[in-house]
């Protein structure tokens, strides 16, 4: 067995990874919002969320309400509306390999 073949292993081992063409388990990145614009705004305002692995985005909320219409534009960018009935809170992002929340809070505004 050549190192890089012990490494490889050594690493599967470690994590309780197993290797072969049998395994067709699908591999997930967790996604994360890095920043959003605007930081503020009323109900109806267009806000774009920027992160990363956001192609799979499923749902959006602005302070747990969810937002009615959004768009996936790529891997690392999304746009939402601000939905009635949003409070200020985190902006969150739900995809199939978990939920992504914004480290601060997006303000609703009158």
Do not use: H, W, Y
């Amino acid at each position: 067995m050549t190192e890089q073949r012990k490494a490889m292993f050594c690493f599967c081992m470690r994590f309780n990874l197993r290797l072969g063409s049998g395994d067709n388990v699908p591999f997930r990145v967790t996604p994360q919002i890095t920043s959003f614009t605007p930081a503020s705004g009323p109900v109806g305002t267009s806000v774009t969320i920027t992160g990363v692995s956001l192609n799979q985005t499923t749902a959006v909320t602005f302070g747990g309400v969810a937002a009615t219409e959004f768009s996936v534009k790529s891997n690392t960018e999304v746009t939402a509306t601000v939905p009635t009935g949003a409070v200020t809170g985190t902006i969150n992002i739900t995809t199939p390999a978990g939920t992504a929340a914004s480290t601060t809070s997006f303000t609703v505004s009158e």
